[in-house]
C-alpha cells in the first residue's frame, strides 16, 4: 500500500504494573495523552488487566466521591465511570450540564472551583464542535481552578479515556505482540458532525507506544496538526509505523483491524461538510467487502454510538469480527486503573 508516513506530511510489551510510573500519576489531571509518557500508559494498561483478572482489592476508592459533569449525552463513558467508582468503592454522582447553575451562566472556574470542594475528582464531557478548540480550553481551565484530579471524558481535541480502553482491547486481542498488528484508524460517514478526539487520542498514544496504524479519510477531513507534529517526533523515538490515505478501499488492504470513526472537519464550516460527507457517503461505510481486503480474522471496532447503514453495515457490525461490546466492556477496566492511579 502506498502511504505517506509522518516524516513524509520502542516497541514493547505490557507488563505488570510498575509502581514509579503508578506513583507519578497521583493527583494529576487525565485529559491529554501527550502530558504522559509511554511508561506511565503501559503501567495503565498493565493495571487495568490485572484488575480486570480480579488480582487487585476492590475497595482501594472506599469513601471517595467522584463528581461527573457531562453537557453533552454519554452512554458507554457515564455509566462505565459509575460502574467503575462503585465497584472500588466509592460514589459517582452525575451532574447534568442543564441542572447546575452553568445553565444560568454560572462561570465555569467558579463551578470546578465548588465542586472540588465536594468531590475527589472531576470528570469532564465539554464541547461543541462549531467552535472547535473552546471545549479544551473550558477543560484546561477548570483544571486550573480545581485542587483535584479532573478527566476528559471527551472534548473537542481528545478521548484519551476511550482510546486507551480500545488499547487494551487490542492488547487482549493480539497479546504483547499488538504493537505490530496494523490497525485502520478511519472515517466513516454519519449525518451527525463528531469530535475528531478518537483519532487524536489513538494518534498520540501510537506514537508514544511504537505501534503500527494508518489512518484513512477523505481530503478536508485531516487531524490536527499539534497532533501530526507531536506524532512525528514521538514516532521517531518510540519506533511507531503511522500512514495515512484517502482511499478507503486502499486502506483496508492488509490490515488486522478495523476501526470506524466520524469527525467534524476542521477546515470546512458546517454546511461545506454536511454537502461534502453527502455527495461520498456511499465510499465511506465499511462493509464486507473492505473486511475480506484486511488480513485473514481481522477485527472490527467502533467506539460507539453508530447507526448501522452509516458508517458500517449491519453485516459487519453484527457479524464475527466485531469486538465493539468488547470494546465497551473495557471502559470499565480502564477507568477503573485510571481512578485508582489518580486518587
Not at 491529554?32 to 483478572?53: G, H, I, P, V, Y
Not at 452512554?75 to 442543564?98: D, K, V, Y
Not at 481551565?141 to 481535541?157: F, G, Q, R, T, Y
Not at 454546511?271 to 464486507?288: K, M, N, P, V
Amino acid at each position: 500500500m502506498a502511504g505517506l508516513t509522518l516524516d513524509d506530511v520502542a516497541r514493547a510489551t505490557v507488563t505488570e504494573a510498575a509502581e514509579e510510573p503508578i506513583a507519578r500519576l497521583r493527583n494529576r489531571d487525565f485529559i491529554n495523552l501527550m502530558d504522559f509518557t509511554a511508561d506511565e500508559l503501559e503501567s495503565l494498561l498493565a493495571l487495568a488487566l490485572s484488575m480486570k483478572r480480579g488480582d487487585r482489592r476492590s475497595d482501594v476508592l472506599a469513601g471517595r466521591f467522584i463528581g461527573l459533569l457531562f453537557t453533552l449525552p454519554s452512554t458507554r463513558t457515564r455509566i462505565s465511570f459509575q460502574a467503575a467508582a462503585h465497584q472500588l468503592g466509592a460514589h459517582a454522582e452525575h451532574c447534568g450540564g442543564s441542572e447546575l447553575q452553568i445553565a444560568n451562566h454560572e462561570s465555569l472556574v467558579d463551578t470546578a472551583a465548588v465542586m472540588a470542594r465536594y468531590f475527589d475528582a472531576i470528570v469532564v464531557r465539554m464541547y461543541d464542535m462549531d467552535a472547535y478548540g473552546e471545549g479544551r480550553r473550558n477543560l484546561v481551565a477548570m483544571a486550573a481552578k480545581a485542587a483535584v484530579p479532573l478527566i476528559n471524558a471527551l472534548d473537542d481535541k481528545d478521548h484519551p479515556c476511550q482510546v486507551m480502553s480500545d488499547i487494551l482491547t487490542l492488547r487482549e486481542k493480539f497479546g504483547p505482540g499488538y504493537k505490530r498488528r496494523k490497525l485502520l484508524m478511519t472515517w466513516g460517514y454519519s449525518r451527525r458532525l463528531k469530535s475528531p478526539g478518537v483519532l487524536h487520542s489513538m494518534l498520540t498514544a501510537a506514537a508514544l507506544l511504537g505501534m503500527d496504524v494508518r489512518f484513512a479519510h477523505p481530503e478536508g477531513y485531516e487531524l490536527d496538526g499539534e497532533y501530526l507534529e507531536f506524532a512525528r517526533t514521538a514516532a521517531r523515538k518510540s519506533g511507531a509505523d503511522i500512514e495515512f490515505c484517502n482511499d478507503l478501499r486502499e486502506a483496508s488492504e492488509g490490515v488486522d483491524a478495523i476501526y470506524v470513526k466520524n469527525w467534524k472537519s476542521l477546515s470546512m464550516s458546517r454546511e461545506e461538510d454536511e454537502r461534502l460527507r453527502a455527495s461520498i457517503r456511499d465510499q465511506w461505510c465499511i462493509g464486507a467487502e473492505h473486511m475480506r481486503l484486511a488480513n485473514p480474522a481481522a477485527y472490527y471496532m467502533d467506539c460507539m454510538p453508530f447507526i448501522r447503514g452509516e458508517q458500517v453495515t449491519a453485516e459487519v457490525a453484527d457479524g464475527e469480527s466485531s469486538i465493539i461490546y468488547d470494546q465497551a466492556e473495557n471502559r470499565l477496566h480502564f477507568q477503573k486503573a485510571l481512578l485508582a492511579s489518580l486518587l
